[in-house]
């Protein structure tokens, strides 16, 4: 089966957890935004049911989806151009799940990284949702038939299970159903660091506020948090090669040209032979630059979440004009009656 035999449309999303930070916005959603700007049909979601395999309080949880959707909007998303959705309120995801429930195998799942990392030693313990989590985001894709899907490396594994579900869905049913989905991650910010331990993803759940730089954060807090964060007493490389074993100073290069939209390789021609002294109120400058405007407005659109949940539902009816088709196609190859008309 080729890709090209769908019309090409981007899919992801963000799980409304709190504490949305620079690695979700270099890694995700400021690549949202640049698809919308290549205008290609972007539909991003709040994967709330994707939040709730592990326990949330519900009024956080109602807090940070419409937080989210601000950030969404802040970051550049146009509501007019990108479909923007929490996935509750598109109940099709969570019934094409069901159907790739049945069609992925035990083994498959039980190879997840993640969920190793998040069930952790009590493993017996974790909900069956964070083991099942792949199945849902297969479906969040593949319910658009979505052939392009922006995300942070951490991601790739579950992008592969989403292939492998369509590959066995077209397959056992004798179709050309599903698209297979090409994973997007690419740039310099796909993988960013915490700011104390350049070994560790930059991550909402990281006990230590000062690892990560949050979108909520005001410019001295940002400043503060570069200004702390762990280095090596050398001065910066010119080429990338003298960047290998050095976790911290890679990663501060990688948020640089992330944010700057430049290369590691160019981002070392400019501040190759700095000290960190000289290399982080650069960094900090930028960082203010590109970040503050995106505090600033989730924070006066927080204050309008009536606009917030209209954009959402109509985010919905959108969407639900391309899943509930596609859902009722896949009910059809998998042999569901239809309802009669009476
Ligand atoms: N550190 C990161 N660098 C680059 N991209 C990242 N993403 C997450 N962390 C980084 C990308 O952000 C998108 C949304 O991720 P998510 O909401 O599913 O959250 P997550 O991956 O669970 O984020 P965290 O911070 O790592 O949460 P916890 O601490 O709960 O595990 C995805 O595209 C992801 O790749």
């Given at each position: 089966?080729?890709e090209?035999?769908f019309t090409p449309r981007v899919f992801s999303?963000?799980?409304?957890?709190?504490?949305?930070?620079?690695?979700?916005?270099?890694?995700?959603?400021?690549r949202f935004?640049?698809w919308?700007?290549m205008?290609a049909e972007t539909i991003?979601?709040?994967?709330?049911?994707?939040?709730?395999?592990?326990?949330?309080?519900?009024?956080?949880?109602?807090?940070?989806?419409?937080?989210?959707?601000?950030?969404?909007?802040?970051?550049?998303?146009?509501?007019?151009?990108?479909?923007?959705?929490?996935?509750?309120?598109?109940?099709?995801?969570?019934?094409?799940?069901?159907?790739?429930?049945?069609?992925?195998?035990?083994?498959?799942?039980?190879?997840?990284?993640?969920?190793?990392?998040?069930?952790?030693?009590?493993?017996?313990?974790?909900?069956?949702?964070?083991?099942?989590?792949?199945?849902?985001?297969?479906?969040?894709i593949?319910?658009y038939?979505a052939t392009h899907v922006p995300v942070?490396?951490?991601?790739?594994?579950?992008l592969?299970?989403?292939?492998?579900?369509?590959?066995?869905?077209?397959?056992?049913?004798?179709?050309?159903?599903?698209p297979?989905t090409e994973p997007v991650i690419e740039?310099?910010?796909?993988?960013?660091?915490?700011?104390?331990?350049?070994?560790?993803?930059?991550?909402?759940?990281?006990?230590?506020?000062?690892?990560?730089?949050?979108?909520?954060?005001?410019?001295?807090?940002?400043?503060?948090?570069?200004?702390?964060?762990?280095?090596?007493?050398?001065?910066?490389?010119?080429?990338?090669?003298?960047?290998?074993?050095?976790?911290?100073?890679?990663?501060?290069?990688?948020?640089?040209?992330?944010?700057?939209?430049?290369?590691?390789?160019?981002?070392?021609?400019?501040?190759?032979?700095?000290?960190?002294?000289?290399?982080?109120?650069?960094?900090?400058?930028?960082?203010?630059?590109?970040?503050?405007?995106?505090?600033?407005?989730?924070?006066?659109?927080?204050?309008?979440?009536?606009?917030?949940?209209?954009?959402?539902?109509?985010?919905?009816?959108?969407?639900?004009?391309?899943?509930?088709?596609?859902?009722?196609?896949?009910?059809?190859?998998?042999?569901?009656?239809?309802?009669?008309?009476?």
């Amino acid at each position: 089966m080729s890709e090209t035999s769908f019309t090409p449309r981007v899919f992801s999303g963000i799980q409304p957890t709190g504490n949305l930070h620079l690695g979700n916005y270099l890694g995700a959603l400021k690549r949202f935004v640049d698809w919308q700007a290549m205008d290609a049909e972007t539909i991003y979601c709040m994967v709330d049911l994707h939040a709730i395999t592990v326990w949330q309080n519900p009024t956080d949880l109602q807090k940070s989806t419409r937080e989210l959707c601000a950030g969404f909007i802040a970051a550049g998303l146009d509501p007019e151009k990108s479909i923007l959705i929490n996935q509750s309120q598109v109940p099709e995801h969570a019934q094409l799940a069901w159907v790739f429930n049945c069609v992925a195998r035990m083994g498959w799942m039980q190879r997840m990284t993640q969920f190793k990392d998040k069930a952790g030693k009590n493993a017996q313990n974790a909900s069956l949702g964070l083991f099942a989590y792949p199945a849902l985001m297969a479906a969040d894709i593949l319910v658009y038939h979505a052939t392009h899907v922006p995300v942070g490396e951490d991601q790739k594994q579950h992008l592969e299970l989403a292939r492998d579900i369509a590959t066995k869905f077209n397959h056992d049913y004798g179709v050309d159903f599903f698209p297979i989905t090409e994973p997007v991650i690419e740039g310099a910010g796909t993988r960013v660091m915490s700011l104390r331990d350049g070994t560790k993803k930059m991550s909402k759940s990281d006990v230590s506020d000062a690892s990560r730089i949050n979108l909520t954060d005001d410019a001295d807090t940002i400043a503060k948090k570069i200004r702390k964060a762990k280095t090596d007493p050398d001065a910066l490389p010119s080429e990338v090669e003298g960047l290998s074993d050095r976790a911290e100073a890679k990663n501060l290069v990688n948020i640089y040209a992330g944010l700057n939209n430049q290369s590691v390789e160019d981002v070392l021609v400019d501040v190759g032979g700095k000290q960190f002294s000289e290399f982080k109120p650069m960094l900090v400058e930028l960082a203010v630059s590109k970040m503050s405007p995106i505090t600033t407005e989730m924070a006066r659109l927080m204050e309008h979440q009536d606009e917030i949940d209209k954009i959402l539902a109509r985010g919905a009816e959108r969407a639900r004009a391309i899943t509930a088709p596609i859902l009722r196609q896949t009910y059809d190859i998998i042999g569901m009656v239809p309802p009669a008309p009476f």
